[in-house]
């Protein structure tokens, strides 16, 4: 059984940060570990994912570029996400997944197999 479990959610003001982090357990293999989002009435989007091999490809969606940092701790199999510089419309419900399917495509929700339960972020003066 594969299990996520996310933390460091929580309110911050406009211009603030904060530093998810989701460790994954049980017997899986890693290709991609990523980060999406989903507002209220509003689909589920990408955020950021990062390559689980030697390279540390990471990538991000654009609204985040520049503000928003992924990395990894293979020995824990750990994946941070640090958010800088948040923003109103940073705030929603961020889930971490993580896919062992190869070829898979970072940017896509399809891809991933195994999900965490989310943790809210609230960007609010």
């Known amino acids: 059984q594969v299990q996520l479990v996310e933390s460091g959610g929580g309110l911050v003001q406009p211009g603030g940060s904060l530093r998810l982090s989701c460790t994954a357990s049980g017997h899986l293999s890693i290709y991609f570990m990523g980060w999406f989002r989903q507002a209220p009435g509003k689909e589920r989007e990408f955020v950021a994912a990062?390559?689980?091999?030697?390279?540390?490809?990471?990538y991000y969606a654009d609204s985040v570029k520049g503000r928003f940092t992924i990395s990894k701790d293979n020995a824990k199999n750990t994946v941070y996400l640090q958010m800088n510089s948040l923003k109103p419309e940073d705030t929603a419900v961020y889930y971490c997944?993580?896919?062992?399917?190869?070829?898979?495509?970072?940017?896509?929700?399809?891809?991933?197999?195994?999900w965490g339960q989310g943790t809210q972020v609230t960007v609010s003066s």
């Open positions: 997944a993580t896919t062992n399917r190869i070829g898979s495509v970072a940017t896509s929700a399809l891809s991933y197999n195994y």
């Open positions: 990062i390559s689980w091999s030697s390279r540390r490809t990471a």
